[in-house]
């Protein structure tokens, strides 16, 4: 049973926009547990992009090495990894190594199938154009046959509207609008009453995974989720994003959906 707290229910003044830290404060409350992948090694293989190898020396530390875009020599970096389902991993690693920046991985040991996301705090705040850029690669797991689709951008969740259950106190809606871009209002925390229209990407996994991830506007923050909208109604999350004092940060998420409905654009279709 999920339980409900009467916490944060007073509305945030209008002209207090909250620092990430401040909303983020609990948003895990009720992710999945932690795996531990110590002794597991994983080669993923990005199309059109970097290799990766990756040996986890135990419940929290990853030596990872790669080619491309993540050139690097065998560096030594924290990691969070779930299991989302019996067979799909959700792996980050918020780096160490690198400073601003946290690369998030999900790979299927059944499909061989892989995804990427790289999220990076730019140095300088740009007006109109969120400052935590991410980029996206579909992969295959070296020496997997893969099978099935290859994950890549979607269109399913266009017209769906859910709400997400994060902590006792933490609740949030989301409302799919388009390819590009995602609405969001708080209904219970310490940003209730605040939402906005931000940038938004949706990648299909498998048959109901889907990834979520989006780069807010007003403050420097972005986020990676696996939304699992089949029989699990849970999804999990980390952010990357710059604090009330402006120093980079990591967080943990994760919570349970609840869908509220969807709509069907009869004619014309949203970007």
Known sequence: MTDISDRALDEAPADEWRSYDEFAAGIDTY???????????????LTEGPSIRLRFEDARTVTWSADGAFATGRESDPYDAVQVRPDVLFVNLPLTSRHRESITLVWSTTTGRALAA??????????????????????????VEPSGEAPG?????????????????????????????????CLQGVQRG????????????????????????????????LHDLGYALQTTG??????????????????????????????????
């Open 31 to 45: 992710r999945l547990p932690a795996a531990d992948l110590s002794g597991i090694e994983v080669g993923i293989a």
């Open 118 to 143: 790289h999220s990076v705090i730019q140095a300088e705040a740009t007006e109109e154009v969120p400052q935590v850029t991410q980029e996206f690669w579909s992969g295959v797991l070296e020496g």
């Open 153 to 185: 951008p979607s269109r399913d969740l266009i017209g769906k509207r859910n709400v997400y259950r994060y902590s006792p106190y933490h609740l949030y809606e989301h409302t799919y609008m388009s390819s590009q871009r995602y609405m969001w209002q």
């Open 194 to 225: 605040h939402g906005d229209v931000d940038m938004s990407t949706v990648w299909k996994f498998a048959d109901g995974l889907y990834l979520f991830c989006f780069r807010e506007f007003k403050i420097a923050v972005a986020s990676v989720w």
């Open 238 to 271: 980390v952010f990357l994003g710059l604090n009330g004092a402006g120093e980079a940060e990591h967080s943990k998420a994760g919570g349970r959906i609840y869908p509220l409905g969807s709509v069907d654009y009869p004619d014309v279709q949203p970007v």
